[in-house]
């Protein structure tokens, strides 16, 4: 008599040629998953059966925490390899248990928490970077003048101030020189520390 198939492939991944043990992160990161109380099949979940990844671990390029690159700073960036969010800084869970920035955690390990009111500044502005020695401690003020000197120019903020004068609206404003309502508003409004980013367009802002 035939023996019948497993309904369940041992690894839920269905690959014959996994490596990863039943019942631990297919990021491979080595950590076990738990144990599913529900069936969802578009998300592997299956009540009963460990799932496939851990929490926060199901957009992992791989089992390494990061990736040595050089990304044109002078020092190499550490590159976060595990989960990504949506504005493109690495998360991670601390010691705590906590879901945070990798690169705040990283910090902290090596040099400790900031002072209040300071916050760490991308040197190398690679955001999924999180080499400890990329990071300035710096007040809110400056890490802003200093992401918006990064993408948003004179010349673009002379020319937001001109289809405003004009009578545009905001909306149009912005899709016409590819930049968020948000911006053309805080260039409108002076908001963001525009003084510190672009001293010579005191006057007015």
């Not at 578009?42 to 990736?67: A, D, N, W």
């Not at 760490?120 to 003020?141: G, I, K, S, W, Y």
């Not at 404003?173 to 260039?187: E, H, N, P, T, W």
Request: proline share 6%.
């Amino acid at each position: 008599m035939t023996p019948l198939k497993p309904i369940l492939p041992l690894c839920l991944c269905g690959d014959p040629l996994c490596t990863i043990p039943y019942g631990y992160c297919h990021c491979g990161c080595g950590g076990k998953t738990d144990i599913a109380t529900n069936t969802r099949l578009k998300s592997f979940r299956i009540e009963g059966v460990p799932y496939r990844f851990m929490h926060s671990h199901s957009r992992c390029k791989s089992g390494l925490t990061y990736q040595i690159e050089d990304r044109g700073y002078k020092t190499p960036c550490w590159i976060w390899q595990r989960h990504i969010n949506q504005n493109g800084y690495g998360m991670m869970r601390d010691e705590r248990g906590v879901l945070r920035s990798a690169y705040k955690v990283h910090y902290e390990r090596k040099y400790g928490k900031p002072p209040k009111g300071m916050q760490l500044d991308h040197l190398c502005r690679q955001r999924a970077c999180v080499n400890p020695d990329h990071f300035e401690q710096v007040t809110h003020a400056v890490n802003v003048a200093r992401g918006l000197s990064c993408t948003i120019t004179q010349d673009l903020i002379l020319e937001v101030k001109r289809l405003l004068s004009l009578g545009m609206t905001q909306i149009p404003v912005a899709k016409q020189l590819g930049i968020s309502q948000s911006a053309v508003s805080d260039i409108k409004l002076g908001r963001k520390d525009w003084r510190l980013t672009h001293p010579q367009l005191q006057e007015g802002v």
